[in-house]
């Protein structure tokens, strides 16, 4: 299956770049004007009668908390949410503690909900995070901030991260992180694996991607791939992985009873050690820079050293975006790149053809440039058809703050939350939706083809 949907991909990468394979959707609205969507522009096919967020099913606060602990889908909240679209149908409310959310199961509905969002989409604001942020007046970053400012923000860190004139300079840095994980990879197999296997290749990708990032972000390295990791930067990877894990618990308390809780202050401590420690690094930076400029030597450095010297931000306003940023970068990469080396050990002719393509644009010892990376359209398939089936953001979330929106035959207030995902079918190239919950971080799993595999 995977190799077929490769090869389905694969020819549309080699003759149509502009294409991404995602089978486009007609929706069940009609719009009268594209600039201004609300319920009274909205025309609702086949005269079904226009009914609203009171009429939609849905388990309650308990029912879900029995899903979830009962039933033991609180670690597979993924799956909870393919059962509930079964019972519910493509469009139902779930209420989580203070939470009222929408869950949107259809390619048709979802693109209904995007089609009616303001100029400033506003997404779920994560009030956990955002009430640490204001508790010890951090600035908020590109995952907490909001609106007009979110947009700006953004604006300034996109470029340095996404355009590929800029990304191609950080390719000797990610090069050196990749010949060490390799030689980490080796001294684990001739050490603790008989010569044969890594006990914790997950673990250590995960290692991999950490100091990936960090090298980007901060410049520096963290040690990550180290034979014995620093103590600090073990703990710091240890923070990451504590606000992660605490992020959904919180949430279903009452926010007047957080400064109470024992679980808050964890997660404030873990939040501190995530801030002291991008504080430390960008201190060093910024002495780095002013002892050059003292010296009348020019500045050199990339991501982080653009930020401060650009002034486009304030200090607080970098330390609180680089500390997303790298909580962004770590899952992802390692997600990604787990499945794939999953899914070629399943399938050896996958990997062959991929290796004679790496060998034959980079022979021998020769290190990997951004122009090596753009002559592997092969490459480009299999880390495409990886994200298709495991996307490192299969979900998102949405407040519509402007007007009163109409999906399907519903029509909703503002201020309320909807969420949805799109998953990709493990048959096909094309994409089918399902929902997720806003109490997890991401982990997509494509449980019918994890299935199919394991029996």
């Given at each position: 299956?995977?190799?077929?949907?490769?090869?389905?991909?694969?020819?549309?990468?080699?003759?149509?770049?502009?294409?991404?394979?995602?089978?486009?959707?007609?929706?069940?609205?009609?719009?009268?004007?594209?600039?201004?969507?609300?319920?009274?522009?909205?025309?609702?096919?086949?005269?079904?009668?226009?009914?609203?967020?009171?009429?939609?099913?849905?388990?309650?606060?308990?029912?879900?908390?029995?899903?979830?602990?009962?039933?033991?889908?609180?670690?597979?909240?993924?799956?909870?949410?393919?059962?509930?679209?079964?019972?519910?149908?493509?469009?139902?409310?779930?209420?989580?503690?203070?939470?009222?959310?929408?869950?949107?199961?259809?390619?048709?509905?979802?693109?209904?909900?995007?089609?009616?969002?303001?100029?400033?989409?506003?997404?779920?604001?994560?009030?956990?995070?955002?009430?640490?942020?204001?508790?010890?007046?951090?600035?908020?970053?590109?995952?907490?901030?909001?609106?007009?400012?979110?947009?700006?923000?953004?604006?300034?860190?996109?470029?340095?991260?996404?355009?590929?004139?800029?990304?191609?300079?950080?390719?000797?840095?990610?090069?050196?992180?990749?010949?060490?994980?390799?030689?980490?990879?080796?001294?684990?197999?001739?050490?603790?694996?008989?010569?044969?296997?890594?006990?914790?290749?997950?673990?250590?990708?995960?290692?991999?991607?950490?100091?990936?990032?960090?090298?980007?972000?901060?410049?520096?390295?963290?040690?990550?791939?180290?034979?014995?990791?620093?103590?600090?930067?073990?703990?710091?990877?240890?923070?990451?992985?504590?606000?992660?894990?605490?992020?959904?618990?919180?949430?279903?308390?009452?926010?007047?009873?957080?400064?109470?809780?024992?679980?808050?202050?964890?997660?404030?401590?873990?939040?501190?050690?995530?801030?002291?420690?991008?504080?430390?690094?960008?201190?060093?930076?910024?002495?780095?820079?002013?002892?050059?400029?003292?010296?009348?030597?020019?500045?050199?450095?990339?991501?982080?050293?653009?930020?401060?010297?650009?002034?486009?931000?304030?200090?607080?306003?970098?330390?609180?975006?680089?500390?997303?940023?790298?909580?962004?970068?770590?899952?992802?990469?390692?997600?990604?790149?787990?499945?794939?080396?999953?899914?070629?050990?399943?399938?050896?002719?996958?990997?062959?053809?991929?290796?004679?393509?790496?060998?034959?644009?980079?022979?021998?010892?020769?290190?990997?440039?951004?122009?090596?990376?753009?002559?592997?359209?092969?490459?480009?398939?299999?880390?495409?058809?990886?994200?298709?089936?495991?996307?490192?953001?299969?979900?998102?979330?949405?407040?519509?703050?402007?007007?009163?929106?109409?999906?399907?035959?519903?029509?909703?207030?503002?201020?309320?939350?909807?969420?949805?995902?799109?998953?990709?079918d493990p048959a096909g190239a094309t994409v089918k939706p399902i929902t997720r919950t806003l109490l997890v971080p991401a982990t997509p799993i494509n449980l019918q083809f994890i299935n199919r595999t394991v029996q």
């Amino acid at each position: 299956m995977f190799s077929r949907s490769l090869l389905q991909i694969g020819l549309r990468v080699c003759t149509h770049e502009n294409r991404n394979g995602i089978k486009r959707v007609t929706p069940t609205l009609t719009y009268i004007s594209d600039r201004r969507r609300d319920a009274s522009t909205t025309i609702v096919g086949d005269n079904n009668k226009q009914k609203t967020m009171d009429d939609l099913d849905g388990p309650s606060f308990l029912r879900s908390l029995y899903w979830l602990f009962g039933k033991g889908y609180f670690q597979t909240t993924h799956q909870m949410q393919i059962e509930h679209s079964k019972i519910y149908g493509p469009l139902w409310k779930s209420k989580y503690g203070p939470l009222v959310i929408v869950n949107v199961a259809s390619a048709e509905l979802i693109e209904q909900v995007l089609r009616q969002e303001g100029r400033h989409p506003t997404r779920m604001d994560m009030p956990h995070w955002r009430s640490y942020r204001e508790l010890r007046n951090h600035a908020y970053g590109p995952l907490t901030e909001m609106g007009a400012q979110w947009q700006r923000i953004r604006s300034i860190l996109n470029p340095r991260m996404l355009k590929p004139k800029h990304v191609s300079a950080y390719t000797n840095a990610i090069n050196d992180v990749v010949t060490d994980f390799i030689e980490k990879v080796a001294w684990l197999r001739e050490t603790k694996g008989e010569g044969v296997m890594v006990n914790d290749l997950a673990g250590e990708l995960y290692k991999f991607a950490f100091e990936g990032i960090c090298s980007v972000l901060f410049e520096t390295r963290m040690g990550c791939l180290n034979e014995e990791v620093p103590e600090e930067t073990q703990k710091f990877i240890f923070s990451v992985g504590e606000m992660f894990r605490l992020s959904p618990i919180i949430v279903l308390f009452p926010k007047s009873t957080w400064p109470y809780l024992p679980v808050w202050k964890h997660f404030v401590a873990v939040w501190d050690h995530l801030f002291k420690v991008a504080e430390e690094q960008v201190r060093q930076k910024m002495e780095e820079i002013q002892e050059r400029i003292s010296l009348g030597q020019p500045v050199q450095g990339e991501y982080l050293t653009h930020l401060i010297v650009s002034e486009q931000m304030s200090v607080t306003e970098i330390l609180g975006s680089i500390t997303e940023l790298l909580l962004a970068g770590v899952d992802t990469t390692s997600n990604t790149v787990s499945w794939s080396l999953y899914h070629m050990a399943l399938e050896p002719e996958i990997q062959e053809k991929l290796y004679q393509e790496v060998i034959s644009v980079c022979p021998g010892d020769k290190v990997p440039t951004s122009d090596d990376i753009a002559r592997m359209p092969w490459l480009k398939t299999v880390v495409r058809e990886t994200l298709r089936m495991y996307p490192v953001v299969p979900g998102n979330a949405r407040i519509n703050v402007e007007n009163e929106i109409v999906v399907g035959d519903h029509i909703f207030p503002k201020n309320l939350i909807k969420h949805y995902e799109i998953r990709a079918d493990p048959a096909g190239a094309t994409v089918k939706p399902i929902t997720r919950t806003l109490l997890v971080p991401a982990t997509p799993i494509n449980l019918q083809f994890i299935n199919r595999t394991v029996q």
